[in-house]
């Protein structure tokens, strides 16, 4: 399985920006695909995540809901819609697989994409 995240880019505070995940390699229906991101001097941090197969996501309560996990299965895309950006939302945004149910934890995802730098003006 391969990833490669695209669509950041500069952005003002409030507007909504949909990031794309294009998987490669034909992940299985055991597969779950993620997002991170990591904040200039901060760690790696989870967001959201989906099965691949579909079904409920994951979701962190970082993003209170301004971030949402969805999967064109027929065009092997994922995508995160975010609302209402911030200024702390700038970030190099990830996607990341792993064979197994959506989780939370970084060390879990096996596969990873290069990142796509979000940037919020204020």
């Known amino acids: 399985v391969q990833l490669q995240a695209s669509g950041g880019g500069l952005v003002q505070a409030g507007e909504s920006l949909r990031l794309s995940c294009l998987v490669s390699g034909r992940p299985t229906g055991t597969w779950s695909m993620a997002w991170f991101r990591q904040a200039p001097g901060k760690e790696r941090e989870f967001i959201d995540a989906?099965?691949?197969?579909?079904?409920?996501?994951y979701y962190a309560d970082s993003v209170q809901g301004r971030g949402t996990i969805s999967r064109d299965k027929a065009a092997d895309i994922v995508y995160l819609q975010m609302d209402n950006l911030k200024p702390e939302d700038t970030a190099v945004y990830y996607c990341a697989a792993r064979d197994g149910s959506p989780a939370e934890y970084i060390d879990y995802y096996i596969v990873w994409g290069p990142g796509t730098l979000v940037t919020v003006s204020s």
């Open positions: 989906i099965p691949w197969i579909g079904g409920p996501t």
